[in-house]
């Protein structure tokens, strides 16, 4: 069973974004086998600016990734956290490269589905 991976990134190589700015994810498809590959970018409105929280915005951001089992943030909030986490997606605050974290996170996966 593949499943997707969203990270908030500004140039596609580093996790760099907090979940509530970010602008955009990107979408990295993952195969039983442990394969990934880039599969899209998903623009999004950031639901946090200048200190205020938009609850439409965020809705609207953890709908557009409901797709996705796992989102990779530099940094998350607990209500932004709680949204996705009740769409049945962890979220991960890994600032590292996009394919290390990645990487981290399929071994994550592999560990909880019992396929180490």
Known sequence: MTYKIAAAST???VVNQHFGRAEKFYIIDVSDDGIFHFEVIRETSAACENGE???DSLDRNVSLLSDCSY???????????YALNKKGITAFAISDY???AIEKIIK????????I
């Open 11 to 13: 140039d596609g190589k």
């Open 53 to 55: 929280h938009s609850d």
């Open 71 to 81: 989102v990779l943030v530099s940094r998350i909030g607990p209500g932004a956290e």
């Open 98 to 100: 996009i394919d290390t």
């Open 108 to 115: 994550y996966h592999n560990r909880i589905h019992k396929k």
